[in-house]
C-alpha cells in the first residue's frame, strides 16, 4: 500500500543556513510526489511535484527537491532559509485507485532561529 | 491560477445546530473536490471525495449523515456539519482538482469551527 513517512517531526535551523526536509514513500509504480506547505491557520500551498522526468525538481520559494528511486526518497532542499519559511511541511503521494486521493506524510514542523 | 476559497474562514455555533461550509474553485473547473479534517499538531485527515453531480464518497469512520457533502457544480462544494457537537471543533480544509491520478490538488484557506 502507498505510505509516506517524514522521519523527523520538527526541525530548528538558523536563518540563513541551509535546509533539508526528508520524505520516505513507499509506493508500486514510478510515483508522483508532492511537497505542500502549510504556514499557521492556512491552507496547504503548494510547493513543487515530480510526475517524471528531471529527478531534480524546481520550486516556489526558492524550494528543490531530488526523486531518488533507489533510497525512495524526495528530500525538500533550501540553500537559504528565511524567517517566513517557518511553516509545517508535508509531502504527499497519490492513494491507491485512481481518484486523485492523496497520502500526506505526518508532516514536518520547520522553525526558524533568527 | 488554481485558487481555491473556502467561506467562512472561521465559525463560532452553538451545539445541536448545523453548519455550512462552501469551498469554490475560482478559475478552473474542479471535478473532484476533497474535504479534510486536520486537528492540533497533525496531519490532514480526509473526510470524503465529492464528484461533480454524484454523491460524495466517505473515508471509513466518517459519518455521512454527520457531515454531508454536496457537489452541485463544478465550481462549488458545501460541507455541512450537521447538529454539531464540542468533538465536532476542528480546522476543516478543501481542495480541489480536476481528477485522476496524479492531478494536483488545490487547497482552500480552511475553515475553523468551534462548538459551543
Known amino acids: 500500500a502507498q505510505s509516506v513517512t517524514q522521519p523527523d517531526i520538527h526541525i530548528t535551523v538558523s536563518e540563513g543556513a541551509s535546509l533539508e526536509l526528508r520524505c520516505n514513500y513507499s509506493?508500486?509504480?514510478?510515483?508522483?510526489l508532492f511537497w505542500y506547505v502549510q504556514s499557521p491557520g492556512q491552507g496547504l500551498q503548494l510547493l513543487l511535484k515530480?510526475?517524471?522526468?528531471?529527478?531534480l525538481v524546481q520550486g516556489i520559494k526558492g524550494f528543490e527537491a531530488e526523486f531518488k528511486r533507489s533510497q525512495s526518497s524526495f528530500n525538500l532542499r533550501k540553500p537559504s532559509v528565511h524567517w517566513s519559511d517557518a511553516a509545517e511541511y508535508f509531502c504527499?503521494?497519490?492513494?491507491?485507485?485512481?481518484?486523485?486521493?492523496?497520502?500526506f506524510g505526518q508532516g514536518t514542523t520547520l522553525q526558524v532561529k533568527p | 491560477g488554481a485558487v481555491v476559497s473556502q467561506h467562512p474562514s472561521w465559525v463560532i455555533c452553538k451545539s445541536g445546530t448545523s453548519v455550512k461550509i462552501e469551498c469554490r474553485s475560482l478559475?478552473?473547473?474542479?471535478?473532484?473536490m476533497f474535504w479534510y479534517r486536520q486537528f492540533p499538531k497533525q496531519s490532514l485527515m480526509l473526510m470524503a471525495t465529492?464528484?461533480?453531480?454524484?454523491?460524495?464518497?466517505?473515508e471509513q469512520g466518517v459519518e455521512k449523515d454527520k457531515f454531508l457533502i454536496n457537489h452541485a457544480s463544478l465550481t462549488l462544494s458545501t460541507l455541512t456539519v450537521t447538529s454539531a457537537h464540542p468533538e465536532d471543533s476542528s480546522f476543516y480544509i478543501c481542495?480541489?482538482?480536476?481528477?485522476?491520478?496524479?492531478?494536483?490538488?488545490?487547497f482552500g484557506p480552511g475553515t475553523r469551527l468551534l462548538v459551543l
Open positions: 504527499a503521494v497519490p492513494g491507491s485507485s485512481n481518484t486523485g486521493k492523496l497520502i
Open positions: 481542495s480541489a482538482s480536476t481528477a485522476g491520478l496524479g492531478e494536483t490538488q488545490y
Open positions: 509506493y508500486g509504480a514510478t510515483p508522483y
Open positions: 465529492s464528484n461533480e453531480g454524484s454523491k460524495a464518497t466517505y
Open positions: 478559475d478552473f473547473q474542479a471535478t473532484t
Open positions: 515530480y510526475f517524471s522526468g528531471d529527478t
